[in-house]
């Protein structure tokens, strides 16, 4: 079995332990557009997003002298290409540090074998920690209250008590976004009410960074936004409306297709470059 990280099984807040910080020289995620970024726009390339995975490799390259990153995330990807394809390719970039996120859009399908993802997830985190690297996990968001992934909230949770199962016995760090409350807020959220806003991204890279044993300088990324006045019943349901023209059609459509939204798509970043400045 390999060895437990100091402080495995943590999300800073929500944690029973406190992982012991540790510096990281090459850094590879994988995942699904959770991970590439969206919907988390550069302020320097509009035709690319940032992301928490992005922010949380500026964050790990003050404790280096160059931190190499590389991202292999792809929007719309299934379980079976992150733990296939992608995680090929990270192990090829001999990482001391994965972040491996999949599995949501498998969770979307109503007909989803949860049990079955889990077992694929914990091969490739088994993969990467016969190697000797690090892993970080994310759980699911919760969904509660969510249009259409709201449904999937039931399985989200038998996925995410497989998660903490598959840290346990093979020794990984977790991001628990469960527990983050801020992202209940739909200030956190982008249009689609899919994809976190650059705000909901900064924050959960810090609670990855936090997961991983630092401490974050911003100290209240974890405290709720100030309340807001709620809208009316004509503004919600126009907006509800636009919602459903502008993002729930095409996404439904996309599905009855057989199609995705990466249909053509390459990783944003396929080869480990050092950080060089905050991101974002």
Known sequence: MP???????VHGEAGSVRP???AWSRYVAVGDSFTEGMSDASPHDPDRY????????????AHTDELGYANLAVRGRKLADVAGPQLDAALALKPDLVSIVGGGNDIL????DVDALAARLEEAVARVRATGADVLMATPTDPVGAPIIGRTRGRAATYIAHIWSIAQRQGCYVLNQWACDFLKDWRMWADDRIHMTSEGHRRVALAAYAALGHDPAEADWHVPLPPQQPPGFVAGAREHGRWAREHAGPWVRRRVQGRSSGDGRTAKRP???????PAG
Request: charged share 20%; hydrophobic share 50%; net charge positive.
């Open 271 to 277: 080869t480990l470059l050092p950080v060089e400045h």
């Open 20 to 22: 012991a910080p540790r």
């Open 3 to 9: 060895s437990l990280p100091s402080g495995a099984l």
């Open 50 to 61: 940032v992301g928490w995975a992005d922010r949380l490799a500026s964050l790990l390259a």
């Open 109 to 112: 399908r109503p007909r989803a």
